[in-house]
């Protein structure tokens, strides 16, 4: 089993930036496709960002690519979120997300608790 912890949620205005940051513990938890995925009041849970163990494949949902980057260090456990030039429609809490390839929601073998991220416009 996997446990996620995520991080580095808050409070910010419109164009401001977070970096966002989830430590994964448990059996061989770098071996994983990670994934963050975001929801907001009301929404489904969609999509955001994922990156394989390699780092060498990564994807992003059409609403946040050119402005958010998804990296990992494997040394750590750890995946970040970098979110650049936030707006109001990026509030939602954020949970990080370990599983295979291609870590569709479907995909998603483990799920963090989530972290809230709150934009003001």
């Known amino acids: 089993q996997v446990q996620l912890v995520e991080s580095g949620g808050g409070s910010v205005q419109a164009g401001d930036s977070l970096k966002l940051s989830c430590v994964a513990s448990?059996?061989?938890?770098?071996?994983?496709?990670m994934a963050w995925f975001r929801q907001a009041p009301g929404k489904e849970r969609e999509f955001v960002a994922r990156i394989k163990w390699s780092a060498s494949s990564a994807g992003y949902a059409d609403s946040v690519k050119d402005r958010f980057t998804i990296s990992r260090d494997n040394a750590k456990n750890t995946v970040y979120l970098q979110m650049n030039d936030l707006n109001s429609e990026d509030t939602a809490v954020y949970y990080c997300?370990?599983?295979?390839?291609?870590?569709?929601?479907?995909?998603?073998?483990?799920w963090g608790e989530g972290t809230l991220v709150t934009v003001s416009p």
């Open positions: 997300a370990a599983g295979p390839w291609p870590m569709r929601r479907v995909d998603v073998t483990f």
């Open positions: 448990g059996r061989n938890p770098h071996a994983y496709a």
